[in-house]
């Protein structure tokens, strides 16, 4: 049977879900952008992963547009006038959002939020303005139907946000993800408060260190799909990543590994971005035709190629001989040292490669802590996590966490699941989660063991949208297959539940 | 040196007074309640050696010295010695001293908005508290007593003035049913609640409903909320078999207090007038 018959005849796929799937076929036919033997050496071994990102780019693989332009100007292209009133507002973005490319078909930044919409919200009726809102949250939930559709509120306090925030408990839905850039200074208690609630009751917003991402990008940022730091009015052009534990398997000693096999693979990952970034800026057609780019709402010097790791603790394990990963990284200093030791070596030599146009980010790539996908098993680890399972206690992991977030300014982060008894006490919930971003935390997500809507590895599913996919019947979230999958191959939901002990 | 026996420390914690905190809970009270959930707590270990031979991974040794002996580092936390100590004590608690706690709780201090000392009845070791409270209070941060109001504040005036505020329990008014209760006719607890709500300190007050006690329960209840009226959180507990000891079980009775039934003391509260009065 074809892998064109098996999707066509998957009764689990919806029509959109099958049309992504037999493109994303259609685009491996063809194999003329071709990379080294040994990085298909490499690739075949598992240690280095192209995520099924597809062999012919014809896209870059996360947009963040322009929104405040789109505001300002209108669009063209799609006969868009700047919107004068609420509805209007909401109705551009709707339509824009359906023609912004990404990965997943989907957009996966719809912009911030509370500052495009409060000019209008604060000029309309409290409960009318919301009842719009509530038509927008529903259009997104049912047309942009993949959890890695992402919007950003904060770091201050909004009527927008704040119906937002009332919207997100109220209608609990997976789309689209959501982080509150968090700033001390500019961020009240109250509304940090009023963001754990929704978090504890609906498993977003995540808590975004604002400081440290304006500190790395300036204040025109993005936190797009799962976690992603980017550039509004850019992106990112690919994200492969090194699967940290399969570079390690042929290293004889970690300092062997540090050596020889870590800069082999460093190489050959930066080889194949190189390769992708060109052809995606020379010869597929987005950056010279798409009306983002056109028409300003993107533009080339604004994009970023990321450069992926998972498996850090895993890797760290293994070259020292560890099979308890209770024993292990995150737990054991010494192993927990070793992955310092390694970070440095990536961050060091990716530092030194000049990327292609990258110009605007001193013609570098920088470093994604990737979240792991399905097929990865427990395997790797996403990104520098220490393994589902092995979690020592809260204080412990978001100290580990601390050492490890500061490498990844395209984007890190780590999720907490607590019990019960935190949603009667969010106030101790949000001097936790300060202490840990005032420490270096990037990127803290949180949720609550029985709720519906939980955060699997840095994306949001239903729990009872993947018992309809067990049941064999169709979800219209597309991420739900990959949260089915990541929890029964990663356990990734069974993590350590915060209690008092 | 100042040193204090201490059971245990957690690190994070939201049950122990307002916010995140570190709660340290010292080894040793003075009253013996029917229905105390954590009785290893109660009394210092004797020495007797009766839990050493349980130890599953040998963490527990009796020297040449009597002394019975903890190693934390091999100790997987079991319990089985406190099932087999026949004295409500555990072999398992550290003597410290302040700069010991302080070394212990430092990495905790971003997160928390502050300590919570609990036991047992912490309130044993004053001085300690004293010393310990002035120094978390240099680092910024917040110290609050969960005691059992066995201690005299009015004799303690630099413990009072160094803590933040106390939270306490008023488990029983009527002399005869506190004495039948936890084992003390709780006279000393009600000086508390009066010196502690004219000294400005006390945090909240607590008291558990037990299922059936319908006179014991409102007569607490109205005594309490009479005097703390809005100065406090009142907070009505229910009483869970859950934890406490089997032979305990049969005089408080195997049932959990009905939820509707706790409800029914908070309205009584509000109405005696602590209008924050509510069950947890």
């Known amino acids: 049977m074809s892998d064109a018959l098996n999707i066509i005849q998957d009764p689990t796929l919806t029509y959109r879900q099958e049309l992504v799937g037999l493109a994303r076929l259609g685009e491996s036919t063809d194999d003329s952008l071709r990379y080294s033997d040994a990085y298909y050496a490499a690739k075949a071994r598992g240690a280095l992963c192209d995520l099924n990102e597809g062999v012919m780019p014809f896209r870059p693989r996360y947009i963040c547009p322009d929104y405040e332009l789109l505001f300002r100007k209108g669009c063209d292209f799609l006969q868009l006038d700047p919107p004068k009133d609420l509805l209007e507002a909401v109705n551009v973005l709707e339509i824009f959002y359906c023609h912004v490319p990404s990965i997943t078909t989907y957009p996966v930044y719809l912009g911030d939020l509370d500052k495009l919409l409060e000019p209008f919200v604060i000029k309309e009726d409290r409960e009318y303005a919301k009842k719009v809102l509530r038509l927008f949250l529903r259009n997104i939930d049912r047309v942009q139907t993949d959890s890695f559709v992402h919007a950003d509120i904060g770091p201050e306090d909004s009527v927008t946000a704040r119906i937002l925030l009332e919207l997100t408990e109220e209608m609990q839905l997976a789309v689209p993800n959501l982080t509150l850039r968090y700033d001390p200074e500019k961020t009240s208690d109250d509304f940090a408060l009023a963001c754990v609630r929704c978090m504890l009751k609906t498993a977003k917003p995540s808590f975004a260190n604002h400081r440290m991402f304006v500190r790395e990008w300036g204040d025109r940022y993005a936190i797009a799909s799962c976690y992603n730091g980017l550039m509004i009015g850019g992106g990112g052009y690919t994200l492969p990543r090194m699967r940290l534990y399969e570079c390690a398997l042929d290293a004889k000693s970690p300092e062997d590994f540090l050596d020889r096999e870590l800069p082999k693979y460093i190489d050959l990952q930066l080889e194949y971005m190189d390769k992708r970034v060109k052809f995606i800026v020379e010869e597929s057609s987005f950056f010279k035709t798409n009306f983002l780019v056109t028409e300003g709402f993107v533009k080339r010097e604004n994009f970023i190629g990321m450069f992926g790791v998972v498996g850090l603790a895993e890797c760290c394990n293994h070259l020292l001989g560890i099979t308890d990963v209770k024993k292990g990284f995150g737990l054991n200093p010494e192993a927990t040292r070793l992955g310092r030791r390694i970070m440095d070596a990536i961050e060091k030599r990716v530092s030194e490669h000049v990327a292609p146009y990258c110009d605007a980010f001193d013609h570098h790539y920088r470093l994604h802590a990737q979240v792991g996908i399905d097929t990865d098993g427990m395997d790797d680890s996403p990104g520098t996590r220490i393994p589902i399972g092995a979690e020592p206690a809260m204080l412990d992991q978001l100290e580990v966490n601390e050492q490890f977030h500061p490498y990844f300014p395209t984007g890190t982060g780590d999720i907490f699941k607590f019990e019960e008894t935190w949603v009667k006490t969010p106030e101790a919930v949000l001097p936790i989660i300060k202490g840990s971003l005032s420490r270096g935390l990037r990127y803290f997500s949180g949720y609550l063991e029985n709720n519906d809507v939980v955060r699997v590895t840095g994306y949001l599913v239903k729990k009872s949208e993947i018992e309809k996919l067990r049941q064999k019947k169709q979800s219209l979230n597309q991420v739900t297959l990959y949260g089915m999958g990541a929890q029964d191959g990663g356990h990734a939901l069974d993590r350590r539940v915060q209690a008092y002990e | ?280």
């Open chain 2, 1 to 280: 040196m100042n040193k204090a026996p201490v059971n245990k420390i957690i690190p994070f914690s939201n049950v122990d007074g307002p916010g995140n905190r570190t709660s340290i809970f010292f080894q040793g009270c003075s009253f013996r309640c029917q229905f105390c959930h954590n009785p290893e707590t109660i009394r210092l270990c004797v020495h007797c050696g009766a839990c050493v031979p349980g130890c599953p991974v040998h963490a527990l040794r009796q020297d040449a010295d009597g002394q019975v002996r903890w190693d934390p580092k091999a100790c997987v936390q079991c319990d089985a010695c406190l099932k087999a100590c026949p004295h409500s004590a555990s072999p398992r608690i550290r003597w410290m001293t302040v700069e010991e706690v302080l070394l212990e709780i430092r990495r905790s201090l971003p997160y928390i908005e502050g300590i919570t000392t609990s036991g047992g009845d912490c309130t044993l070791y004053p001085a300690f508290l004293t010393e310990l409270f002035t120094r978390v209070h240099e680092a910024g941060k917040t110290c609050l007593i969960d005691g059992n109001g066995a201690l005299d504040f009015r004799s303690h005036p630099q413990l009072l003035s160094a803590c933040d505020g106390v939270m306490l329990d008023v488990k029983a008014v009527d002399p005869a049913w506190s004495m039948q209760l936890i084992g003390n006719d709780g006279t000393s607890v009600l000086q508390s609640l009066k010196y502690l709500l004219q000294a400005g300190k006390l945090a909240e007050v607590r008291t558990v409903i037990f299922p059936g006690r319908d006179r014991e329960n409102a007569e607490t209840v109205r005594y309490t909320a009479a005097r703390i009226g809005d100065r406090c959180p009142y907070k009505i507990i229910r009483y869970r078999p859950f934890g406490v000891r089997e032979e305990f079980q049969a005089f408080l009775g195997e049932d959990t207090t009905d939820a509707a039934y706790a409800e029914s003391y908070a309205r009584l509260a509000r109405d005696a007038g602590a209008s924050k009065a509510y069950v947890i």
